[in-house]
């Protein structure tokens, strides 16, 4: 069953513990950093109530993608957040996109990926 963390108009996170799985909603238009103030908090809330080997259902079908002014600010956000998955035992993760933004979304994950941020 799934357990609601947090949840405002940009942003939802809710982990389900019988299925070891956590989900996250990205929603709306993110038109600057500060949406995301408190994602990485939230993100690891919902950390706690998983075990190593856990996996990650994120749903994008409702978010716009940001411009690549505010994507560079965020970009900090997620990759902490990513590295906070990663060390929490992240075994897989499954991104649902709409295909009109796949090329778009791809891109952001390779920088997200290919950044050097410690």
């Known amino acids: 069953m799934k357990e609601l963390i947090y949840s405002d108009e940009f942003y939802e996170f809710s982990v389900d513990v019988s299925k070891n799985r956590q989900y996250l909603t990205l929603r709306g238009d993110w038109h600057d950093a500060s949406v995301a103030r408190?994602?990485?908090?939230?993100?690891?809330?919902?950390?706690?109530?998983?075990?190593p080997g856990f996996t990650s259902y994120v749903d994008l079908?409702?978010?716009?993608?940001?411009?690549?002014?505010?994507?560079?600010?965020?970009?900090v956000i997620f990759v902490q957040a990513t590295k906070d998955s990663e060390e929490a035992g992240l075994r897989k993760q499954a991104q649902i996109v709409k295909e009109d933004t796949k090329d778009q979304r791809t891109t952001a994950r390779?920088?997200?990926?290919?950044?050097d941020f410690d």
């Open 38 to 51: 408190d994602y990485i908090k939230h993100n690891r809330e919902s950390l706690e109530r998983l075990q």
């Open 110 to 115: 390779e920088v997200i990926k290919d950044s």
């Open 61 to 75: 079908r409702e978010s716009k993608m940001p411009s690549d002014a505010v994507l560079q600010e965020l970009l």
